[in-house]
């Protein structure tokens, strides 16, 4: 009789346990959920309405479908969308690099300063002033490849109010500043060459309105793309040929892109 009831005392001991840890889990998600200020950005339908709009353009690369991803300042997924049909219409890797780079974009932009991923890849290389830059906030993969897949780029993305983390060291990643020039969070955008996807990210940004930037180390002092490699914060070129020239034009000044 004792043994069952010290058995009983440890079963309702351990029931207690995991309910304690459930509702740690609970509250962490809805944590997530109170911190986010996502009301203030666009959501899904609007970027991936401005996101295939920019991709309908000429931007150079291989004129690829992409993925976008937009985080809030505090690093909380957004929102993520595709220009597909389907999902695997555009490379499955880059839905986490376009969250990676988003993450990035926020993390390291300020209200006085935006930098872009194109901004960071020369510093970051060895020898670089922020060599190891790119190592210093991990992916979360649990929250990167959590399922069921059928919902990646939908409204209810696996991603949507979590924190994905990372850091990206090419063209992809801009700050979204609003009309004030309050800093709100970030885009990502990934699928084409990094040249391209500059690009389009910046097209994609403008559409939205929220390209209100304070001034960065960019051509023109801007967050732009620089493929001046005297200077600190350039950007490599992504091909050889036509699609390299037009993305280049592009980031030299073309039409709404710097």
């Not at 979204?176 to 955008?189: I, Q, R, T, W």
């Not at 390209?211 to 023109?220: A, F, L, Q, Y």
């Not at 350039?234 to 091909?239: E, Q, V, Y």
Request: hydrophobic letters at 40%.
């Amino acid at each position: 009789m004792k043994k069952s009831i010290i058995n009983l005392a440890l079963l309702g001991g351990l029931a207690a346990v995991s309910s304690l840890a459930v509702a740690d889990s609970d509250h962490s998600k809805k944590s997530h959920s109170a911190s986010s200020h996502c009301a203030a950005l666009p959501n899904h339908a609007a970027l991936k309405a401005a996101l295939s709009d920019a991709r309908a353009a000429a931007n150079g690369g291989f004129n690829l479908d992409m993925w976008g991803t937009i985080v809030d300042r505090d690093g909380i997924v957004c929102a993520v969308a595709f220009t597909g049909g389907d999902r695997g219409d555009q490379w499955p890797g880059s839905r986490a690099i376009s969250a990676q780079k988003a993450n990035t974009a926020n993390a390291f932009s300020l209200p006085g300063l935006a930098l872009s991923t194109a901004n960071l890849y020369t510093a970051t290389q060895p020898g670089g002033s922020l060599f190891g830059l790119q190592f210093s906030n991990p992916v979360d993969t649990g929250a990167a490849y959590k399922g069921p897949s059928k919902n990646y780029g939908q409204r209810n993305d696996p991603l949507v109010g979590e924190k994905i983390g990372g850091v990206n060291v090419f063209g992809g990643g801009l700050a979204l500043y609003d009309a004030s020039g309050k800093l709100l969070g970030a885009l990502g955008v990934s699928g084409d060459s990094s040249c391209a996807d500059h690009n389009i990210a910046w097209r994609t940004r403008s559409a939205l309105g929220l390209d209100h930037i304070p001034g960065g180390v960019g051509p023109g002092g801007t967050d732009g793309i620089d493929y001046d490699q005297t200077s600190g914060w350039a950007h490599p070129l992504c091909a050889v040929g036509l699609e390299d020239e037009t993305a280049v034009d592009i980031g030299a000044g073309g039409p709404a892109v710097p």
